[in-house]
């Protein structure tokens, strides 16, 4: 698995969310923030909205669940085909329970650490899930800077991916822009979030694009 690039549709209108996701046509995921305003501060869209993106695209939807209970929850996204569905270490009651059911429903599972959560505790749950989800903003809004503290996290993160041996995707997500993509590939991460760098620009393909070549020669500066 190399590099990917997954917009966020937070940064996106939400009053046409069709032709704002055919925008990001040559993006590898769709990244789409649900938010409770319980866990973070801000609320957005649910399950409904989601069945009807996974009913208007081919590209496999990355489900980012900033809510509280995601035990009860997450598995409803899984189940309605989401690609992948990511909640919160800080708001699970049982994740590797949430996880494997997220897995039967033919998911990726995903864990999401808010920029304070340390990654160590969570060496033995990596082969209970296929997502270690680095957090480098704090979750609620679209648009903040990128917090530099967390790139010494990725490494860490990836450590521990690649002392496993298993195949677990790391993802950033929060201020990743054409000024930050670098550090973080070069740190480890392999899945990027993007929100007002793609959506924000003329060509959102094009940005895309572009991120993706920074991605992949920071990770790869031989090639």
Not at 22 to 44: C, E, K, S, W, Y
Request: net charge negative.
């Amino acid at each position: 698995m190399g590099i990917q690039i997954a917009p966020s549709i937070l940064s996106a209108d939400f009053a046409n969310l069709e032709s704002e996701i055919q925008r990001i046509h040559g993006a590898d995921l769709v990244h789409v923030d649900v938010m409770d305003n319980h866990f973070v501060p801000n609320l957005t869209l649910g399950l409904p909205v989601v069945e009807a993106i996974l009913q208007r695209t081919e590209l496999p939807v990355d489900c980012h669940l900033m809510i509280e209970d995601p035990d009860r929850w997450a598995p409803a996204y899984a189940e309605a085909g989401a690609h992948n569905v990511t909640f919160h270490a800080e708001a699970a009651a049982a994740p590797i329970r949430l996880a494997r059911e997220i897995r039967g429903q033919g998911a990726r599972a995903g864990v999401g650490l808010k920029p304070a959560t340390p990654v160590e505790p969570f060496e033995d749950l990596l082969a209970e899930i296929d997502m270690l989800l680095v957090m480098t903003v704090e979750p609620g809004f679209g648009g903040q800077r990128f917090l530099d503290i967390c790139l010494p996290k990725i490494r860490r993160a990836r450590e521990m991916v690649s002392k496993s041996g298993l195949d677990v995707w790391i993802q950033i997500d929060g201020g990743v822009s054409k000024d930050t993509i670098e550090r973080c590939a070069d740190a480890g991460a392999d899945v990027f979030v993007a929100g007002s760098a793609v959506y924000g620009a003329d060509d959102a393909a094009a940005a895309v694009e572009e991120l993706r070549r920074l991605a992949s020669e920071a990770a790869d500066p031989g090639s």
